[in-house]
């Protein structure tokens, strides 16, 4: 890549204005999308608490068998809202990538996405929790005095987790755009992402300063009487709706450099 092609692609003017585009072209169906997800969190969470309710008030189950119950419940209601989370990401990809398909079209062809895109979150927040834990390891290390330890585990772990950010950060988009396997989506975002460490970080970094920024709005909004409330849960959506759109519109810039 020539240093002409570098500064193209690092420029960010550009990528604010596709990024307006992308959320001018999708906004709409976006919030439907959000809206029908928070409704269905609302519903599966009201379900599983008025279950453990009647539990208790109708002594259907043993008191010793309670503690299990409870945790089993819980596991299904986690389950549960990981699989909403999932089909949501999908119907908000497939929008974003084909802004003139219709919502309930997306909706229908979102089955076919399901299992592959399920394998993928579910390997992704492994990788998360996983490239996460030397840095926890770190801070307990500095509380055991042991600071050389400590730093090397702490630079591992954030040295994973930009790897994770940057490297496969394509991977859901691959899978949809082009009809991927997990693992193929993986493949594909590595080669995409190959070479462009230092450009697809800054990107990445502009994008959580903005998140960051909202996030804050949001917070002080809180603080008025009433209307803070609405105000914060505006705010939150737009996070969502800047963040998937914003993500799209680097995966398209590469995408385009590249001609994957």
Do not use: H
Request: contains cysteine; charged residues 10%.
């Amino acid at each position: 890549m020539g240093a002409s092609t570098l500064l193209k692609t690092i420029f960010l003017g550009q990528l604010l204005k596709n990024t307006w585009q992308i959320i001018k072209n999708t906004w709409k169906n976006l919030i439907k999308i959000i809206l029908l997800t928070l409704l269905a969190i609302i519903l599966t969470i009201i379900f599983f608490s008025l279950s453990w309710g009647a539990i208790l008030s109708w002594q259907i189950i043993n008191l010793s068998y309670l503690f299990y119950l409870r945790i089993l419940l819980n596991i299904l209601n986690f389950i549960v809202l990981f699989i909403i989370a999932t089909l949501a990401q999908i119907l908000v990809i497939q929008q974003l990538l084909l802004p003139e398909q219709k919502l309930k079209d997306a909706i229908k062809l979102a089955k076919k996405y399901f299992m592959p895109f399920l394998c993928l979150s579910i390997i992704l927040n492994l990788l998360v929790v996983l490239f996460t834990l030397p840095i926890y390891v770190g801070f307990f290390l500095i509380i055991l005095k042991s600071y050389i330890l400590s730093a090397v585990s702490i630079v591992l772990g954030i040295a994973l987790i930009l790897f994770l950010a940057v490297y496969l950060i394509f991977s859901p988009f691959l899978l949809i755009d082009r009809n991927l396997s997990c693992f193929e989506a993986f493949k594909k975002s590595l080669n995409l992402a190959e070479g462009n460490f230092v450009n697809i970080f800054i990107k990445i970094f502009i994008l959580v300063l903005m998140i960051v920024l909202l996030n804050l709005i949001s917070i002080y909004l809180l603080a008025i009487t009433y209307l803070g409330i609405i105000l914060s849960a505006i705010i939150i959506i737009l996070m969502i709706i800047l963040s998937f759109s914003y993500l799209t519109a680097i995966y398209q810039n590469f995408k385009k450099l590249k001609n994957v």
